[in-house]
């Protein structure tokens, strides 16, 4: 999947390291570039959060697709695609039940391994970069004290180390092959079934954050554009955009 890597041992973030060399990369005529670090000193969470990045421990990448045939409205789908992938490889390769909190989280034992985000710039009507941001607790043994109720590694699910470099290409392969199904239709209606038989929101009740009210529902699975279906008390059912909102479980993280 990606023509070219590229590594540091320290970067801010590797989602802005991947923006500030996008230009070089078109120059190159690549259609992809993965850029992985050791630490990143500001790594980015969703709606502004920070994501703890210390050195040696954790995958810290960004998947650059450069000239994407992917129509803008339908670029934030591929967070989906790459959180299914995450949750693959490491079913794969570790053996570890992950699974999807929709809309950009991987879950393992109720807790967060894997965060995604991702980022797009428009030239005209088309897409000239979307970059997809990932960070994968690996090897971390210790949180902060506000993320131990959150946060969990594979290490910690195993109780073993795990190999870095084989998750990295593992998720790589996995994403390949469902970006792929993607551009097929430009949506998620061929990934959409094995995608809600990870999604630990499925069936369970939600609660829906939004800026100006707070409801709750009952996830139903997610539209073929990645929105997720929440059923109300009276039956229901609306589209939740991943964008507006954020989404818990009524009594858990989940």
Sequence with gaps: MAEKIFWRNSVDSTLTWAKEEADFCLGENL???LF?????TAGKGRLGRVWNSPAGENVYMTLLLLK???????????TLVMGLSVAQAVRDITGISAGIKWPNDVVAAGKKICGILTEMKIR????EYVSIGVGINMNQREFPEELQD???????E??????REEITAG???RFEKNYELFLEKQDLQSLREEYERLLLNKDRQVRILEKE??????ARGITPAGELLVEDENGAVRQVLSGEVSVRGLYSYV
Excluded at 68 to 78: D, G, Q, R, W
């Design 31 to 33: 259609k992809s570039a």
């Design 36 to 40: 992985l670090a050791d630490k990143q």
């Design 68 to 78: 994407p045939p992917v129509e803008p409205v339908k670029a934030s789908s591929l």
């Design 124 to 127: 005209g009507e088309k897409a």
């Design 150 to 156: 959150k946060a969990t590694s594979l290490a910690l």
């Design 158 to 163: 195993l109780g073993c180390e795990v190999v």
């Design 171 to 173: 998720v790589v392969e």
């Design 213 to 218: 009210k707070e409801s709750i529902g009952i």
